[in-house]
């Protein structure tokens, strides 16, 4: 596809943008959707609610919320989704190291990763790094596979295997008697941080929210090393991080018909790279600093009473620096790495004279520009186009959804050899079966064909990238079946299950892994993977008495439990053939554990990962020992005339484990934090 014909898909996108023939639209007489008008009226959040598997039955969905996070001391991003059947963190050092999650083996690349809605990206290497996402403000985060449970989303939300959604408060569903919090942590390895919130809801139609966050670690974790069949006890080094974080959110609601929406988002580091630990040379000296800014105006008409469309502007900057000064070359090096991004979004959901059934339209473009310090880098940009079409019919026994995207991205380099224009069609197609005409009981199947394309540093990085290197295709097939007990909001009891078995196959799979450092990465294509696994929950909740001081006793227990085998199936002839990827562990799970008491709350919560490999081939040298993490957390609160206190005490790999989830990457031992909040 030639430079002109890509101007006019532009032009194209840009009319339909601005001029969506959307006020013209009749209004239909239909029953009201899920997704309707009543998706803008104001609602006041008196708390917050676990979401049920069964509640999105559709595709399976696991959530956690409001208290449960709090409960949970998720600091991280990453410390609240690791808890999630399926899911593989891979975390480069512990405290202060790179944090990226992998659902059902697939890898990161396809996990996308929404903020408020809209999706976080980073073309250059195609991963969202969780240990920048801080729980601070989150109301809910959601992991979706197949995609989310709902179609009023932007096109580009559909295009991955899985959706981690992640949910802030609105300023209208704050409390508006106390509008500040401010908390201050200290642990382990001279850990610190501070954050400050204030939420002000000016007048009914009116309000913002503004939030900062600074934090320093140093790092210097001891951890038990094998020199030559002697443990030796070292301690990390160059592993120190300063991160900060600032974020301001504007609403506007001049009418129940319009939203707008406009968030600045500010991200900061500079950090030591402590690399991998090689016998008898511990020093490093390597530094990265990150700047990431990203500004979004988002605008939600309710069009008629039938007619929901909103538009979406989004442009972010991301800045990375890698310094080395022991570098193998004669010359120091210093990569300077500046990307940009600018996002546009248009989307309408209709209900149809059909009772239950909705139908939405969204196409998406976004123009990525990457340029770096180094001569004779290529300085690509991309331009990429997505559109999507999808319907979702309920009805008190059924629920089906299906969807079709079609995207294209056409690649220009400045320097060096430019990859063809690609283009794909992903179908997605849902089905879940309600046997008890309600969602207390739920068989679910659907199927997903899914395209990554290869990201800047795939094609690009001087050192590892290759132009010509193969997209990489994925088809998902899953099927479950979910129950909850007794299925009554009012229940003093309840009990969740949920299973899912799955089926995924991927060609042409690009695998990454980190070289000797964090930031030089090396990629490879491993032609076929068939993937085979279940994921169980089971969770169960109560709470003791139902008025006065009783009322505030409760137990909770949760148990999540994966069995995942990804095979190379690329040639009987080559050693690594039916062998286990690298990095997949064929046993995880987690456990959570948790009792509320009038004034303090008590948790325990464990993960196990079994044995992994490093590389395909599955031999002794490459095996990686599993292990057990286990934590206990005290969060203490009081309740003042004028003030609402908090006091959070956590015990972090509470045995004192000695593991890796990377190789040559040990994690912390034991380790503490403590957290003071409240909330004026």
């Not at 919130?197 to 001891?222: C, D, L, Q, W």
């Amino acid at each position: 596809m030639n430079a002109s014909l890509t101007d006019r898909l532009i032009r194209i996108f840009l009319g339909l943008l601005f001029f969506w023939p959307a006020s013209s639209l009749p209004a239909l007489h239909a029953q009201d959707g899920t997704d309707s008008v009543h998706y803008l009226e104001a609602v006041k959040i008196k708390g917050y609610r676990r979401i049920s598997p069964m509640e999105n039955a559709a595709t399976p969905v696991q959530a956690l919320q409001g208290a449960e996070l709090q409960r949970l001391h998720a600091h991280q991003a990453s410390e609240a989704v690791k808890r999630f059947a399926g899911v593989q963190i891979k975390d480069y050092g512990g405290v202060g190291g790179m944090k990226t999650v992998s659902v059902r083996s697939l890898g990161a690349a396809h996990t996308a990763v929404s903020y408020n809605g809209v999706l976080l990206s980073d073309a250059q290497n195609g991963q969202i790094d969780l240990s920048k996402i801080y729980m601070d403000g989150v109301k809910s985060v959601a992991l979706y596979n197949g995609q989310a449970a709902r179609i009023f989303q932007p096109a580009r939300n559909f295009q991955a295997a899985s959706l981690l959604a992640i949910d802030t408060r609105s300023v209208f569903e704050s409390d508006s008697s106390r509008p500040a919090y401010a908390s201050l942590s200290f642990g382990s390895f001279r850990q610190v941080a501070s954050s400050m919130e204030f939420t002000k809801k000016i007048n009914p139609r009116f309000g913002f929210s503004a939030h900062a966050r600074y934090g320093y670690v140093y790092g210097n974790y001891p951890f038990e090393h094998d020199l030559g069949g002697t443990l030796k006890r070292l301690r990390r080094q160059n592993s120190d991080v300063r991160d900060g974080n600032a974020e301001i959110r504007l609403e506007y609601r001049p009418s129940t018909h319009h939203h707008l929406e406009a968030q600045l988002f500010y991200y900061g580091s500079e950090r030591g790279l402590p690399g991998a630990v090689i016998s008898y040379y511990p020093h490093s000296a390597q530094r990265l600093q990150d700047r990431n800014f990203f500004g979004v105006l988002k605008h939600r008409w309710q069009i008629s009473k039938y007619f929901l469309q909103q538009n979406t502007v989004k442009y972010s900057y991301l800045y990375n620096r890698f310094q080395d000064p022991d570098a193998l070359s004669s010359i120091p090096v210093d990569d300077r790495y500046r990307q940009q991004e600018l996002y546009l979004s248009t989307l309408t959901l209709c209900t149809t004279p059909v009772p239950g059934l909705s139908l939405s339209a969204a196409l998406d473009a976004a123009f990525n520009f990457l340029d770096a310090n180094r001569n004779g880098f290529a300085d690509p940009w991309r331009s990429s186009l997505w559109f999507n079409l999808a319907l979702d019919y309920r009805h008190p026994y059924v629920e089906v959804m299906a969807s079709g995207l079609a995207s294209a991205f056409f690649d220009r380099v400045r320097h060096g050899y430019r990859p063809r224009d690609k283009a794909r069609l992903s179908p997605f197609a849902s089905v879940a079966v309600f046997p008890l005409g309600n969602r207390s009981l739920a068989v679910r199947v659907f199927y997903k064909d899914v395209f990554r394309m290869p990201t800047f540093n795939d094609f690009y990085y001087g050192r590892t990238g290759n132009p010509r290197l193969r997209p990489e295709k994925a088809r998902q097939l899953d099927a479950g079946i979910s129950c909850t007990l007794p299925g009554k909001a009012q229940s003093i009891w309840k009990i969740e299950v949920s299973a899912d078995a799955y089926l995924n196959w991927v060609q042409d799979k690009i695998v990454a892994y980190p070289t000797d450092n964090l930031f030089v990465w090396s990629m490879f294509n491993v032609d076929k993977v068939r993937t085979t696994g279940i994921d169980a929950v089971w969770g169960v909740e109560t709470a003791f008495g139902s008025h006065g001081l009783a009322s505030r006793f409760g137990l909770s227990a949760q148990l999540a439990y994966t069995f995942l085998q990804a095979l190379d199936k690329t040639s009987p002839q080559l050693p690594t053939y039916n062998q286990q990827v690298a990095y997949t562990p064929r046993h995880s799970g987690s456990a959570l554990l948790a009792l509320q008491l009038p004034y303090v709350d008590l948790g325990y919560r464990l993960s196990f990962c079994g044995e992994r490999y490093i590389l395909n081939q599955n031999i002794p040298e490459n095996r990686l020992a599993p292990y057990m993490e286990h934590g206990l957390s005290l969060n203490a609160r009081l309740a003042l005339p004028h003030a609402e206190l908090s006091l959070g005490f956590e015990v972090l790999n509470l045995t004192d484990q000695t593991y890796q989830i990377v190789k040559n990457y040990p994690m912390p031992g034991r380790h503490y934090r403590v957290t003071v909040g409240g909330r004026f």
